[in-house]
């Protein structure tokens, strides 16, 4: 158990597929203010194992963010969302912390996220890529896959109207 900074504790643990309904509605007003690309119920459900979750001390989830692999150094943080009433105690960088921590475990060193909130990242350590890129080798890899997470960290043209505004950040672990 965590504790958050009112004295309330929170407690993060690996999402199962039953959090997957709670975790649409914890992202759900993100996606309605347009800080987050909302995913379909399938699209949850077929990444669970890539989720953790936070819960307060009666079990209910206030709080979710997923690591997703995008090649053999490189992993993007998805899906961070914290429910408004626990906004600024903490959950968001607890659960960040074992994303990274899941990371490193994985042997990851690097992690992106396409975000709005580039000021609850720098803080955690991230910066903002810029034009960097990867090996051109690794990016011709890169290309083959289908997910729009690769294509939105490769800057492609396609996914353009999904990132106007955000900040492509980066994090050296």
């Not at 504790?3 to 929170?10: H, L, Q, V, W």
């Not at 105690?89 to 994303?99: E, M, P, S, T, V």
């Not at 690769?150 to 353009?160: C, G, H, I, Q, T």
Request: proline share 2%; with cysteine.
């Amino acid at each position: 158990m965590v504790n958050g900074e009112n004295g309330s504790g929170f407690s993060i643990r690996r999402a199962r597929t039953s959090d997957v309904p709670r975790i649409q509605e914890l992202v759900e007003p993100l996606v309605q203010r347009r800080i987050l690309l909302g995913k379909e119920m399938v699209t949850l459900y077929e990444a669970v194992q890539e989720f953790r979750v936070a819960q307060d001390a009666s079990g209910e989830l206030i709080g979710c963010g997923a690591l997703h692999v995008m090649w053999s150094d490189l992993g993007e943080v998805r899906t961070l969302a914290v429910s408004d009433e626990w906004l600024g105690k903490g959950i968001g960088h607890a659960l960040l912390d074992r994303l990274e921590g899941d990371a490193r475990e994985l042997g990851l060193n690097r992690l992106f996220c396409l975000t709005f909130e580039v000021g609850f990242f720098a803080r955690n350590g991230f910066v903002d890529m810029g034009e960097e890129t990867v090996d051109p080798l690794v990016y011709t890899q890169l290309l083959r896959s289908h997910d729009e997470g690769v294509a939105e960290f490769l800057d492609l043209a396609r996914v353009k109207p999904n990132t106007l505004g955000n900040t492509r950040m980066l994090k050296r672990l």
